[in-house]
């Protein structure tokens, strides 16, 4: 599985942006898709979570500013920002996983920096 993500930038504080992330690979549709970001000197942290079924989960942080989408016709995944603050900066990854023989591999996107100024 590759991952690939893209649409990160510089906006000001209270603008939009659309992080989108293409996966290769087949079944795309049957697994979960995640973004994570990942301030400077800090950890990665979940920020949205999408199922299979198109069921969301999102950090408390970005909670009715974030939006979490996919088309599997596209093998796409999208992080729709609204309202952005500074503490938003951060490099976000997408990521998935995969069940072999009983061991979960994660699988990362390259990461695309979001630079929120104020």
């Known amino acids: 599985v590759q991952l690939q993500a893209s649409g990160g930038g510089l906006v000001q504080v209270g603008g939009s942006l659309r992080l989108s992330c293409s996966a290769s690979g087949s079944a795309f549709s049957v697994y979960a898709m995640k973004w994570y970001h990942q301030a400077p000197g800090k950890q990665r942290e979940l920020v949205a979570l999408?199922?299979?079924?198109?069921?969301?989960n999102y950090a408390d942080s970005v909670k009715g500013r974030f939006t979490c989408s996919r088309d599997n016709s596209k093998n796409t995944v999208y992080l729709q920002m609204y309202s952005l603050k500074p503490e938003d900066t951060a490099v976000y990854y997408c990521?998935?996983?995969?069940?072999?023989?009983?061991?979960?591999?994660?699988?990362w996107g390259q990461g695309t920096l979001v630079t929120v100024s104020s």
């Open positions: 990521n998935t996983q995969r069940l072999y023989g009983g061991y979960v591999t994660d699988y």
């Open positions: 999408i199922s299979s079924g198109g069921s969301t």
